[in-house]
């Protein structure tokens, strides 16, 4: 019974480089976050994801940042032009989705991409 | 205001003691309430959750919840060192599924 899986767990990139972060979310789980964690700083929400449907990006930079969550594969975050403030430990979560019972509100985290900007 | 306020700490107490933490949050439609724990350079893992007022018990863990006082707190009875970590009190609202965190309790159990 995998859990949330995110890879890769460690990514260095150069000042204006891309990064592309990947989730694949626990079996039978429809639901995916992204939350950021800025060294010695509580975990931030960054963006809401159900298959092909962005739901709430509220927490999500308006510029250089995007995320999908596509039919088929992995929800991929993407940053693009990175720079030194990106570097962070990002975490995806999956839940079941608020349809069956209150547990469907748990939310299960992935290992973290642990993202270094030189 | 912070939405979700917890002691940074540290806290320290004996190995066998019981550990308390808390946490109030600030808007008053919350509705769902989480305890995770995450050691240093590891992910969150989810250990508790609470929906209506009361004690919920799990094993050596129990979460209370006082929605009136906007208040909920997670004791750890008999702590062990393997308890020693930052705990993260986290809370989502009524049709909101994401979870504000609060910044984390750092829980030290001394042997």
């Known amino acids: 019974n995998a859990g949330v899986m995110q890879n890769p767990r460690h990514l260095v990139r150069r000042r204006g480089q891309e990064a592309r972060l990947r989730c694949s979310p626990m079996?039978?789980?429809?639901?995916v976050y992204w939350y950021r964690q800025l060294p010695e700083e509580g975990l931030k929400f960054m963006v809401y994801?159900?298959?092909?449907?962005?739901?709430?990006e509220s927490g999500m930079p308006k510029e250089r940042f995007s995320a999908e969550f596509p039919k088929e594969g992995p929800s991929i975050l993407r940053i693009q032009q990175v720079v030194r403030g990106d570097s962070a430990a990002y975490f995806c979560?999956?839940?079941?989705?608020?349809?069956?019972?209150?547990?469907?509100?748990?939310?299960?985290f992935g290992p973290g991409t642990r993202l270094t900007v030189t | 205001q912070k939405e979700v306020e917890q002691n940074s700490g540290p806290l320290s107490v004996p190995e066998g003691a019981i550990a308390s933490l808390n946490c109030t949050y600030s808007d008053r439609v919350s509705q769902s309430f989480f305890w995770y724990r995450q050691y240093s350079g590891k992910s969150p893992e989810l250990i508790m959750s609470i929906y209506s007022n009361g004690d919920k018990e799990d094993g050596r863990f129990t979460a209370q919840l006082n929605k009136a006082s906007q208040y909920v707190s997670l004791l750890i009875r008999d702590s062990q060192p393997s308890d020693s970590a930052t705990y993260l009190c986290?809370?989502?609202?009524?049709?909101?599924?994401?979870?504000?965190f609060g910044t984390g309790t750092r829980l030290t159990i001394i042997p």
């Open positions: 079996k039978g789980h429809s639901h």
């Open positions: 986290a809370v989502n609202s009524f049709g909101n599924e994401k979870l504000t």
């Open positions: 994801l159900q298959k092909e449907n962005i739901i709430d």
């Open positions: 979560a999956s839940s079941p989705g608020a349809t069956v019972s209150w547990s469907s509100y748990e939310q299960y």
